[in-house]
């Protein structure tokens, strides 16, 4: 909660006719120094409130803001029985502009949780008490009305505080957002990048993971992890790039919306990049998403050595079996090709489920 | 004789990149960073490939397009982006550009690429293709000619292989067909793609803003 700050203002040194207070509020203010004057000599014909006036403000501007405020409050409490009010609708007054005067300066706040300006609003509705009942009768039509009135005024203020902090908050936040996303990937990666520079498919794999991220919070499903099969595939080639330093090329037609036998089309498919990533020699591995009407497909492919399913060695068999296995158990298919010196072409697919 | 090839992009840092990655294999004879500096520099120059930025600072890729293509249809333009939406890869191919690589390509493959798109071959990334076939999928009919919205099956056929990673001379064995066949059916594709008025095609680049 922000306390109203008081516009500061410094008597005039070069305009100055008693101490330079005209000169300098006419400065603030940006008008004429003889406007100024003009207004304090007719206030001081009114009940001299304009002379004790002046000497709050020389008090305000000297910092003495307690004194100041006192006496600008009984400069006004002057002028006003001097246009005729009663004492006691000066009391009211006063009351009124001094409940208003404890809000602006100690704050406060409606919202739950807040501190509530407790002493403000009894200034306020006692003012309001004061300033009525003295006029009795012929106010009691007005009465509903001012002390709606004069609630407005302090709540008011507080409603608009409200909308605008809230708007505020808002923007803050999504500020705060992107500068935590920026420093914890794209910084995180420049580092990284710094230190490895030495290491050229390093610093590829770490920049195109970092483009990845960046790409899918920007036109993507935005933060969070995937909830589609072609966000699942971005991450799982990001993976593979990054643990095993090669090129993993996404193309998609269509996306589907990950379930659990999609999340094992994800996996297979991880373990057919890493497969190629590793053993195939290439330095690119391709993986390729299409939806058909009924089923889904994944395709990774490398133009790497290539094998002979027949004389696998058992360690790579394993990975092998273990893709096949993975979608059965899915409820789909794995088709693995290669001839040696062909590359490898893994074929995934997944009856879609209608649902 | 070597492809004489003029880089805009806005990124001075990566068209020094393309530059050095190119090397000798073409003769890039002018740079540009601007819509602005790009339109007249190629109208002046008159190269035979402009290797062309999706996103420019002061308008797309298919600004400089427009203002180039009319006086000079003979240029052609290749989409070298990192830009994934599939709106503004649409776009600029149907604003003329002859194909769309991806900054990560290889330098053998770009300049493969533009010695291809300098031939009239069209020059499609996996990920265009991918981007096609979800663009001309199956469903009503919507233009008025038919032809222009409908792939065919050897051409959905081709597209497949290329989103898998395929090149032309593995889809050529692949499919019995000559590379030159291959070639014909991508080029046909970018045909539909930048005539057809599929209603898709405009709507599902809308809606679309993918991976």
């Known amino acids: 909660m922000t306390a109203v700050s008081a516009a500061r203002f410094e008597p005039s040194k070069d305009d100055r006719i008693v101490a330079g207070v005209c000169g300098g509020l006419a400065a603030t203010l940006g008008v004429d120094a003889t406007l100024v004057r003009l207004v304090f000599a007719l206030l001081a014909l009114a009940g001299g409130s304009g002379v004790l006036l002046y000497v709050a403000l020389k008090f305000y501007a000297d910092g003495r803001v307690v004194i100041g405020a006192t006496l600008v409050a009984a400069a006004a409490a002057m002028l006003l029985l001097a246009i005729g009010l009663s004492a006691t609708a000066v009391v009211g007054v006063s009351l009124l502009v001094a409940g208003l005067g404890v809000i602006l300066v100690r704050g406060g706040s409606l919202r739950p949780g807040g501190s509530l300006p407790v002493l403000g609003l009894a200034l306020l509705v006692g003012g309001a008490v004061v300033f009525l009942s003295r006029n009795g009768a012929s106010f009691s039509l007005v009465a509903p009305g001012s002390l709606i009135g004069a609630l407005l005024l302090v709540v008011g203020p507080w409603i608009w505080q409200l909308v605008s902090e809230r708007s505020e908050r808002i923007r803050l936040e999504e500020r705060a957002e992107i500068a935590a996303r920026i420093h914890d990937s794209v910084l995180q990666t420049l580092a990284l990048v710094q230190r490895h520079a030495d290491d050229p498919a390093r610093v590829a794999a770490v920049a195109r993971r970092q483009e990845r991220e960046l790409r899918r919070w920007l036109y993507g499903g935005g933060l969070g992890s995937a909830d589609t099969l072609s966000d699942a595939l971005a991450e799982a080639a990001a993976d593979v790039e990054e643990l095993h330093g090669v090129r993993v090329e996404l193309a998609s037609a269509g996306d589907a919306p990950l379930d659990d036998a999609v999340r094992q089309l994800v996996l297979a498919a991880r373990e057919a990049m890493t497969n190629a990533a590793k053993f195939s020699g290439a330095g690119e591995v391709s993986v390729y998403l299409e939806t058909a009407g009924d089923s889904l497909s994944v395709f990774v492919r490398d133009r790497g050595v290539g094998f002979d399913r027949a004389s696998v060695p058992p360690d790579r068999r394993g990975l092998v079996e273990s893709i096949e296995g993975r979608m059965q158990r899915a409820g789909g298919t794995a088709t693995i090709t290669s001839e040696p010196g062909e590359g490898v072409e893994v074929e995934l697919t997944l009856p879609r489920r209608t649902s | 004789m070597k492809r004489r090839v003029v880089l805009v992009d806005d990124h001075e840092l990566f068209r020094a990149g393309v530059r050095g990655e190119l090397g000798d294999a073409v003769e890039v004879v002018g740079e540009a960073g601007s819509v602005a500096d790009a339109v007249p520099l190629i109208l002046q120059l008159d190269p035979e490939v402009v290797l062309l930025d999706v996103h420019l600072g002061d308008g797309g890729g298919e600004a400089v397009i427009a203002g180039v293509a009319p006086e000079r249809p003979g240029v052609k333009f290749l989409a070298l982006s990192v830009s994934d939406a599939a709106e503004d890869v649409i776009g600029v191919i149907r604003a003329g550009a002859r194909g769309y690589v991806t900054k990560t390509i290889s330098s053998d493959e770009l300049t493969d690429a533009v010695e291809r798109v300098a031939a009239g071959d069209a020059v499609f990334s996996p990920r265009l293709a991918g981007f ?53 059916h991508v080029s046909s594709v970018l045909r539909k793609l930048q005539l057809s008025s599929r209603h898709e095609l405009t709507r599902w680049a809308h809606e679309r803003r993918l991976i």
Do not use: N, P
């Not at chain 2, 497949?160 to 064995?173: D, F, P, S, V």
């Open chain 2, 132 to 184: 096609v076939l979800d663009a001309f999928r199956d469903g009503a009919r919507v233009g008025d000619d038919a032809e222009l919205d409908v792939l065919t099956a050897r051409e959905r056929e081709v597209l497949q292989l290329i989103a898998r990673g395929y090149r032309y001379k593995e889809i050529a064995a692949r499919l019995h067909l000559s590379v030159k066949t291959v070639e014909a």
